[in-house]
């Protein structure tokens, strides 16, 4: 799957916290760009709009995630879209990124889901799993939306389940190692070409080092991600979780890879957990992020904006273990966008995602805030107007020359992710005798957790 990305190489839009107030004293996406737009394409799109849809009066609910430049943008392209089509009003349903799951995962179970919803890739899994027939199959509204622009192998890969096309991804994002130089300088910090983890452990110690105050990392219970499932994929080029639904690694490896997590914690070279979790789901938000306090974080590249560094901002290779086979370092959509089968007016919401994905107004008012766009249009289109965002672009870039194997959708569901994460938040706040019991209570939660989910497939 990953192979099949090297068409959409570039940025991956951020998701900084602004205010709804501040979209809207904000210049339009055309005038940001110093474009006139193509009037032409306009009408024709107005046209295709108008004989496509309803004409009477819709209201569309939209949710998603994400900070201020997301919800800027979005609400930008909203604007744009009504005034273009003044039959249909979106209401916009827009926070953070925690408890998003928690509150669709009710809404969908009620039947009180939006319209349009933002989506992970990997909580598709589950949700396909619970009702295959959640989300409208997108490739029954051709005569809408196009989808041409849209990499098939990439479509087919991450977004079709069943044999339907249940989504459609806003972009490509791929795991991001983002430093401060300022305070990788200030602390006597060198990397080469290529980093390892005892790298980055050796040297992500001496800022804590030269400065009590101040951390290597700044990240939250993402650890589990970033640091601890990556290393284990390094380790044994294996997955999580098998084809079978039994745990892909022994006790001896996830201890391993628990002790290392432990060491960065226990040496400080991430940020105390205690103070991490305040700002859960949305490490970008810590005061001291932006306050040269923290010198780099472990995430995705589609919130690589998420800083005010200047020319201090550099994007670094992933770190690795010595002849790994693989990277680990996962390429995949940034999100997806679906539609729920429970819309009252399919046609508009399908028109809401054409405007958003192949009409030059849309493209421009959401810029690369949910990574860069996904057609070839839309690509070409934010690089003529410079709008890809420069670390995100290199992150992907880096990512694209040695790309981890593609995950399984099973790894990918929140039970698995819940379960390991558990174990390693208790661990790092030393409930555990030894990275080797951690490891041990690992193994043994997921493998019943495991069965429990394989039951429920059958």
């Known amino acids: 799957a990953a192979a ?3 068409g959409m190489i570039g940025g991956c839009g951020g998701t900084g916290q602004e205010t709804e107030e501040s979209a809207a004293s904000q210049p339009s996406a055309a005038e940001e760009a110093g474009a006139e737009g193509d009037g032409a394409g306009t ?4 046209e295709e ?4 849809g309803s004409g009477e009066e819709v209201t569309l609910r939209f949710s998603w995630w994400g900070g201020d430049s997301r919800h800027e943008a979005t609400l930008a392209c909203i604007e744009a879209f009504e005034a273009l089509y003044p039959n249909i009003t979106i209401e916009a349903e827009y926070g953070g990124f925690d408890g998003y799951q928690d509150k669709l995962s009710a809404a969908l179970s009620g039947g009180t889901e939006a319209d349009i919803i933002q989506m992970d890739q990997p909580w598709m899994a589950t949700y396909m799993s619970q009702n295959p027939d959640f989300f409208l199959d997108i490739s029954q509204y051709e005569d809408i939306i196009d989808l041409s622009g849209f990499s098939q192998d990439f479509l087919d890969d991450f977004c079709v389940y069943n044999d339907k096309l249940v989504s459609l991804p806003t972009g490509n994002n791929a795991l991001n190692f983002l430093a401060n130089q300022a305070v990788l300088d200030e602390a006597g910090i060198e990397f080469g070409d290529t980093i390892t983890w005892d790298d980055f452990y050796e040297q992500g110690k001496k800022v804590n080092e030269a400065d009590p105050e101040k951390y290597f990392v700044n990240m939250d219970s993402g650890i589990f991600y970033y640091v601890t499932k990556i290393y284990l994929m390094q380790l044994t080029d294996r997955q999580l979780i098998n084809e079978d639904y039994t745990v892909g690694y022994t006790v001896d490896e996830m201890e391993e890879a628990f002790a290392y997590t432990k060491k960065l914690y226990d040496d400080k070279v991430i940020l105390p957990l205690e103070e991490s979790m305040i700002f859960s789901g949305a ?3 810590n005061p001291g992020w932006n306050n ?3 010198g780099s974080w472990l995430n995705w590249s589609s919130i690589a904006d998420q800083q005010q560094w200047g020319e201090n901002a550099v994007t670094l290779p992933y770190p690795g273990l010595e002849g790994a086979q693989n990277s680990g370092v996962i390429v995949r959509p940034a999100q997806l966008m679906v539609i729920s089968s429970n819309c009252s007016h399919p046609e508009e919401a399908m ?3 054409d405007f958003m994905f192949n009409q030059d107004e849309g493209i421009l008012a959401l810029k690369d805030s949910r990574s860069i766009p996904p057609t070839e249009h839309g690509r070409a289109l934010l690089e003529e107007n410079g709008m890809i965002n420069a670390q995100a672009s290199q992150a992907v870039e880096l ?4 790309p981890g194997t593609p995950e399984l959708d099973v790894a990918n569901t929140t039970e698995v ?3 390991f994460n558990s174990v390693l938040e208790k661990m790092i706040y030393g409930e555990y005798d030894s990275p080797r019991a951690a490891a041990e209570d690992a193994y043994n939660l997921m493998t019943s957790m495991l069965e429990t989910v394989k039951a429920d497939q059958q």
Request: overall charge negative; hydrophobic content about 40%; glycine content about 4%.
């Open 399 to 402: 990512a694209m020359q040695n």
């Open 417 to 419: 992710s819940n379960t």
């Open 351 to 353: 028109l809401f995602l």
């Open 283 to 285: 490490p970008q938000d």
């Open 292 to 294: 040269n306090m923290y």
């Open 49 to 52: 709009g108008q004989a496509a």
């Open 4 to 6: 099949m990305l090297t």
């Open 43 to 46: 009408e024709q799109a107005k």
